[in-house]
């Protein structure tokens, strides 16, 4: 079995998720007592965010990569990027590194071409949703179309990601905005919509929508039991 480096604590919230996720998966495969090999990196999420807001991605990439070649020498044998906003630096953590990198776009993607899902909607922080690091890598690799909210509703679905989910905060108001801002991109044509911050499925993933959704933690750690157990 091969070791997973996770570059997580972006945020701890959903750090908890992907940990659960990778033992589960392992265990769901092999049974018995088995579980995964995890080398974990958690890093300061108030430092990444007061960057993430200053605009100051160079230092975020620096910051990462930094923290991507701890996880390396450790031993990982692959690297995972526990949080879908920092995948805008990837291409710099990617390069500071020797071990590969499994992007959690490119996860996501495989998995919505395999249902046949060509029109997607996306919920993420106003970074991942606006800028073309994540979306554009979705439609240009992938041939993805993607649908995002109004840039109202894209203010509410950041702020709560940040004033409420990182802080374990789930408030019943929130799911239902957020449901309703699900069923606007359904209607807008999306048949599927993507949790594209790792900790909105903390407060939609159960919850009855109006099109399927794809939570990007789990997809993400699914992919990574594969490639440790290939």
Same mark, same amino acid.
């Given at each position: 079995?091969?070791?997973?480096?996770?570059?997580?604590?972006?945020?701890?919230?959903?750090?908890?998720?992907?940990?659960?996720?990778?033992?589960?998966?392992?265990?769901?495969?092999?049974?018995?007592?088995?579980?995964?090999?995890?080398?974990?990196?958690?890093?300061?999420?108030?430092?990444?965010?007061?960057?993430?807001? #200053?605009?100051?991605?160079?230092?975020?990439?620096?910051?990462?990569? %930094?923290? =991507? +070649?701890? *996880? &390396? $020498?450790? @031993?990982?044998?692959?690297?995972?990027?526990?949080?879908?906003?920092?995948?805008?630096?990837?291409?710099?953590?990617? #390069?500071?590194?020797?071990?590969?990198?499994?992007?959690?776009?490119? %996860?996501? =993607? +495989?998995? *919505? &071409? $395999?249902? @046949?899902?060509?029109?997607?909607?996306?919920?993420?922080?106003?970074?991942?949703?606006?800028?073309?690091?994540?979306?554009?890598?979705?439609?240009?690799?992938?041939?993805?179309?993607?649908?995002?909210? =109004?840039?109202?509703?894209?203010?509410?679905?950041?702020?709560?990601?940040?004033?409420?989910?990182?802080?374990?905060?789930?408030?019943?108001?929130?799911?239902?905005?957020?449901?309703?801002?699900?069923?606007?991109?359904?209607?807008?044509?999306?048949?599927?919509?993507?949790?594209?911050?790792?900790?909105?499925?903390?407060?939609?993933?159960?919850?009855?929508?109006?099109?399927?959704?794809?939570?990007?933690?789990?997809?993400?750690?699914?992919?990574?039991?594969?490639?440790?157990?290939?």
């Amino acid at each position: 079995m091969k070791c997973i480096g996770l570059l997580g604590g972006m945020s701890w919230e959903s750090t908890v998720s992907y940990y659960q996720a990778l033992n589960r998966g392992v265990r769901g495969r092999l049974g018995g007592l088995h579980s995964a090999r995890v080398l974990l990196n958690s890093v300061d999420f108030a430092e990444i965010e007061r960057l993430q807001h #200053a605009g100051d991605w160079p230092a975020t990439a620096r910051l990462l990569a %930094a923290e =991507a +070649r701890a *996880l &390396q $020498a450790g @031993g990982a044998d692959f690297l995972m990027i526990g949080t879908n906003t920092m995948h805008k630096v990837a291409p710099e953590i990617e #390069a500071a590194i020797e071990i590969p990198l499994l992007h959690i776009a490119d %996860a996501t =993607a +495989r998995r *919505l &071409q $395999a249902d @046949g899902v060509t029109r997607v909607g996306l919920l993420g922080t106003r970074f991942t949703m606006e800028q073309d690091f994540y979306k554009g890598r979705l439609e240009a690799q992938f041939g993805l179309e993607v649908l995002v909210p =109004a840039e109202e509703q894209r203010e509410r679905v950041h702020r709560i990601i940040y004033d409420e989910l990182c802080q374990g905060q789930i408030r019943d108001a929130s799911r239902a905005e957020y449901l309703t801002i699900i069923a606007g991109l359904a209607q807008a044509g999306a048949q599927a919509v993507i949790l594209g911050c790792t900790e909105i499925a903390l407060l939609v993933g159960d919850a009855s929508a109006a099109v399927p959704l794809y939570d990007t933690t789990a997809i993400h750690a699914d992919a990574a039991v594969a490639w440790a157990l290939a």
